[in-house]
């Protein structure tokens, strides 16, 4: 749970596989099996080492459960003792709970390490001060003979220096416990961003670096997983070919005035400020030199810091009320920040493995905003499973249409990539999102899209006259990948027999299939596998130039949460960094950079 969970460093960083093969899911296996220990029925509870398997029977006590006292106690547990624990506090955790908000341990994880402790015998005794509730002394009447201190820092040094000793004035550390505990309910900003994602974290670095006091609220162990794992971990933070035809929603032209205040020239200047070197493919899609998304990410990180962000991760809002000057956030564990002004970045609910949540829609509605319906996009788009069998992983360039209705919904271009259920890869994913509400649809792709109907039933016959002999089956050898080619030869008939003995009719019926591929379509993936949200808050209910609500003066949303999706390409990371950038100038209206 704790590498899965917590550990900041990207093992496929390290990754040596990447000039032998595709390189393999570390961290993404890293998240799964920690998602799997925090559930009890799959959790792992390591064993004794004791070859007897027998418990030893002596007492011992550690006195702090802390990370010292529950690393203590795990040792002696695995050594066959079943040691019980002091704790001061209403709870065990320390400072892996009470720490620094950037680097605490979610408090979900320290429940789940304390219960594995307790199932391996260990005994938590909280809201115990040994030494005040009870003595050593009394300790060893009650048997313990052994004990082990663990109480780490208890409070703040006093620095001596003027003013330290008035009402209110707090040491960090105390600071940091009250929080944690629930003794100070309420914590302020200038400005806090709900969201730490890609909009979020351009919102919250565009409003500290505007003077701004800026606190910024992720729902996660860390900062921006989803933007990670965009563009297959590249990150395809925009695309040069912009235009207003890639953005959808009730009202697409909504996005119009945020896209231009902040455009394609402006982001890649922000980020070149920043320290990233870009590259641009000829498709227009434009990626860091790295190859890497954790260079974006850090490039965000670094500035963020380097302004005075706040950044607290591991707090999840659960509601937010309006006050009489601002607004105040509060989470389910009662903590809660208070704020003259909010940024609603909390994403979409697709890809709920990285970060997909309700939240915005939620909190957004707790002031009066709606939302249209929800549907994944940018997913996978599932066909009738036979035209396509033994077809997984097979990739292809070709010109994909969805067709219903008797006519053409949508085209694009690119590379789509077989799977067992359907078709994916960037050119589906374009479609995903009509696909998934068209009734009655087909794909129809266009594998050699560079030669027309005619050219390709030239080749065909001239492979024909060439290659007399050679088996039916193999006839697009060298024109496509193995198995497609055998696929599309055999729906029309082709085997083993020789070419020679293929009529031209069939010929014809080849070089139209390879142009018109049909595979009748049966839906989409969920949101689960989904990368963007399509729908979302109603756009009328903010102002277009500010992101400002119309509901509830104060308040700014972008990215994911408003109803703007893009298509496959670097689309929808621009909506992400040209919203961000408008939320976070909080009205102001000066020029863009």
């Keep these: 749970a704790v590498c899965g969970s917590i550990c900041r460093k990207y093992c496929e960083d390290a990754c040596t596989r990447g000039s032998v093969d595709q390189p393999l899911a570390i961290d993404e296996i890293k998240k799964f099996i920690a998602e799997q220990d925090m559930k009890a029925e799959h959790r792992y509870v390591p064993a004794m080492n004791s070859c007897t398997h027998e418990k030893f029977d002596q007492k011992i006590a550690i006195i702090g459960a802390g990370p010292a006292g529950m690393s203590c106690a795990y040792f002696l547990a695995i050594e066959g003792y079943s040691p019980v624990v002091f704790e001061k506090e209403a709870a065990p955790g320390g400072m892996l709970i009470n720490g620094i908000p ?43 003979r052994a004990f082990y201190v663990a109480v780490g820092l208890q409070k703040a040094a006093k620095l001596n220096i003027p003013g330290e000793e008035l009402a209110g004035v707090q040491g960090g550390l105390d600071f940091l416990r009250s929080v944690n505990s629930g003794a100070t309910k309420e914590l302020s900003g200038d400005v806090i961003v709900i969201g730490g ?9 565009t409003a500290a670096e505007n003077g701004r006091s800026v606190i910024l609220l992720e729902r996660q162990s860390r900062v921006g997983r989803k933007l990670l794992a965009t563009g297959n971990g590249r990150c395809n933070l925009t695309n040069l070919q912009l235009s207003p035809a890639r953005y959808h929603g009730q009202d697409p032209a909504f996005a119009q005035a945020a896209l231009t205040r902040f455009g394609v020239q402006d982001t890649l200047e922000f980020f070149r400020g920043l320290g990233l070197l870009t590259v641009a493919e000829d498709s227009g899609r434009v990626y860091p030199l790295s190859d890497q998304a954790n260079s974006v990410l850090d490039v965000l990180r670094f500035a963020a810091e380097q302004a005075g962000v706040q950044t607290v991760c591991g707090f999840d809002a659960q509601s937010v009320r309006k006050k009489a000057r601002g607004y105040q956030l509060t989470a389910a564990d009662g903590t809660g920040y208070f704020a003259d002004r909010l940024i609603i970045a909390c994403g979409g609910c697709a890809g709920k493995a990285l970060g997909g949540t309700m939240a915005g829609y939620d909190l957004l509605g707790q002031l009066g905003h709606s939302r249209t319906p929800l549907h994944p996009s940018l997913t996978q788009i599932r066909t009738d499973p036979a035209p396509i069998r033994g077809l997984k992983g097979v990739r292809a360039d070709c010109h994909i249409r969805l067709r219903a209705g008797g006519r053409t919904v949508q085209e694009d271009a690119g590379e789509a990539q077989f799977t067992e259920t359907g078709v994916s890869g960037p050119a589906a994913f374009t479609l995903s999102r009509q696909a998934g509400q068209a009734q009655e649809a087909e794909l129809l792709l266009d594998l050699l899209r560079a030669y027309p109907e005619p050219q390709v039933l030239a080749l065909l016959a001239a492979r024909k006259a060439a290659l007399p002999q050679l088996p039916a089956e193999d006839a697009l050898a060298g024109m ?114």
Aim: a negative charge; glycine letters at 14%; one cysteine or more.
């Design 480 to 593: 496509l990948h193995p198995r497609l080619g055998k696929t599309l030869c055999r729906a029309c008939g082709l085997g083993q027999q020789p070419l020679a003995g293929v009529p031209d009719e069939a010929l014809a019926a080849l070089a139209k299939k390879i142009k018109n591929f049909a595979l009748p379509v049966t839906g989409v993936s969920g949101f689960e596998s989904a990368q963007v949200t399509a729908g979302g808050v109603r756009t009328a209910e903010f102002r277009a130039d500010t992101l400002e609500s119309r509901l509830a003066p104060g308040v700014f949303a972008c990215g994911e949460v408003l109803d703007i999706d893009g298509d496959c390409g670097g689309y929808n990371l621009q909506w992400a960094w040209s919203s961000g950038y408008v939320a976070g100038m909080l009205g102001k209206q000066e020029e863009p950079r």
């Design 102 to 144: 950037s680097f605490r341990v979610g408090k979900d994880i320290v429940k789940s390490e304390i219960d594995v402790l307790r199932e391996m015998g260990v005994e938590f005794r909280c809201g115990v001060e040994v030494g005040k509730d009870v003595t050593i002394q009394q300790l060893r009447e009650e048997g313990f």
């Design 197 to 205: 994602g890609a909009s979020g974290m351009i919102a919250a670095l």
